[in-house]
């Protein structure tokens, strides 16, 4: 009498071991794509803000980039600033954001006060809070200055441009600013700044 359990031990031990298999592949391939539809790396990407015509009829120019910041656990959005076409003055700046994110809408300020070819200017971005700046100079004088936010479509096209404002203002040489005090829509006064060497930095009005 032929023993058929020992016959079709060796086709079932087969079989197992090519449905072991098969699910191992299948988990892996899974495991694969959730990763690929859960990435947050982000290719390099450039967009042009505003442009316009400055002191002595210079042209300025201002630019918003992100990219991965060292890996893609966040990005580093940075702007662009050429106040006068270019040097003098010119200067970039980069913040971490989340990746898939942006920045706070309680982001205060990163600015620069510059000497240009003629007479100096001030620019940087703030958060969406922020709706205008009066800034105090050396000598006591007032320079009001409106954050502006990226058009419509670049924020909807770009949720890393969301919640930024970016500002440029122009006046004349003799004189520089020392203060920046930040208010709301409702002209409430959210932080005062301090310059340091020309630059207003503090990252959040709620500090």
């Known amino acids: 009498m032929i023993d058929k359990s020992r016959s079709l031990a060796p086709a079932l031990l087969i079989a197992v071991a090519c449905l072991v298999a098969l699910s191992y592949a299948l988990l892996r391939d899974g495991a ?31 630019f918003a980039t992100v990219r991965n910041n060292n890996g893609c656990d966040s990005w580093l959005l940075g702007a662009e600033f050429f106040p006068s076409g270019g040097s003098p003055g010119s200067w970039r700046g980069g913040w971490a954001i989340p ?9 205060a300020i990163s600015a620069r006060d510059d000497a240009q070819v003629s007479g100096r200017s001030v620019s940087g971005i703030t958060g969406a809070d922020v709706r205008s700046i009066v800034f105090t100079s050396t ?15 670049l924020r909807q096209n770009n949720v890393w441009l969301r919640n930024l404002r ?26 005062v700044v301090r310059a340091a060497e020309g630059a207003f930095e503090e990252l959040d009005v709620n500090r």
């Open 139 to 153: 000598t006591g004088k007032h320079l009001i200055a409106e954050p502006k936010l990226p058009s419509r479509s």
């Open 99 to 107: 990746a898939g994110g942006h920045l706070s809408a309680s982001f």
């Open 166 to 191: 970016y500002v440029i203002a122009f006046y004349p040489s003799g004189e520089s600013l020392k203060k920046a005090k930040l208010l709301d829509g409702k002209g409430e006064v959210l932080t």
């Open 32 to 62: 694969a794509d959730g990763a690929a539809s859960t990435g947050r790396c982000i290719s390099d990407q450039r967009e042009k803000l505003s442009s316009g015509t400055g002191s002595a009829d210079r042209p300025w120019r201002i």
